[in-house]
Structure formats: C-alpha cells, structure tokens
Nanobody, 117 residues
Framework: QVQLVESGGGLVQPGGSLRLSCVAS????????MAWYRQAPGKERELVAR???????NYMNFVKGRFTISRDNAKNTIYLEMSSLKPEDTAVYYC???????????WGQGTQVTISS
C-alpha cells in the first residue's frame, strides 16, 4: 500500500508558475512509473506527464516546453514544475503511482490549480 499526498496547488495568474509536489509513504526507488494527471470540471481525467523508474520523462503535447516532471528518490517525492500557465490548465492535479506492469496502482487525493486573472 502506498499513500500519495499532493501539495503546491493554488491560484495563479496566466503566465505564472507553480510547483506541485507528491510525497509517497514508501520508497519510490523501485516504482515503475509515477505520473501527474489532471481533471478539469466536466472533463475526464487526463495524463499530463509521467516519469519512469530510470528517470525518463514523457509529456503530453499540451504541456511540452512548459511543464517539467522530476523525481527525488531520496525524498520519495515527485514534482511537477509548471510555467507559462494558461486558464485551460485549471484542474485538479492528481499524482499516480504504478508499482509495476500488471501490478497495483495508487492515486493521491488531488490538489487544485486555478489559473485566472
């Protein structure tokens, strides 16, 4: 069982930046893949970015060049650095952990990000 706790959300003006954090209750060294998803009101949850056990990142096109995902295994934490934020980035952002292919996965409770002037 892995618990994930996100933090760092808030209200930011368009063009601003935020850094989200996701702390795991257990070591993330051997977790196959961790990711950030988001869900806007009235929309389905969508993948934003993911990072594999070896540190390889992968981004959806709509955040490429603006968001950076990283992991700090020593702190059992992953991050999402977000810049050049747009109103359409407004959503609840969720942390996800996939222990291994065909194995258990876990979700955090989410953190609200609102982009508005």
């Amino acid at each position: 069982q892995v618990q994930l706790v996100e933090s760092g959300g808030g209200l930011v003006q368009p063009g601003g930046s935020l850094r989200l954090s996701c702390v795991a209750s257990a070591s993330i060294v051997d977790i196959y893949r961790m990711a950030w998803y988001r869900q806007a009101p009235g929309k389905e949850r969508e993948l934003v970015a993911r990072i594999y056990k070896d540190g390889t990142p992968n981004y959806m096109n709509f955040v490429k060049g603006r968001f950076t995902i990283s992991r700090d295994n020593a702190k059992n934490t992953i991050y999402l650095e977000m810049s050049s934020l747009k109103p359409e980035d407004t959503a609840v952002y969720y942390c996800h952990a996939l222990i291994g292919l065909g194995q258990s996965d876990y979700w955090g409770q989410g953190t609200q990000v609102t982009i508005s002037s």
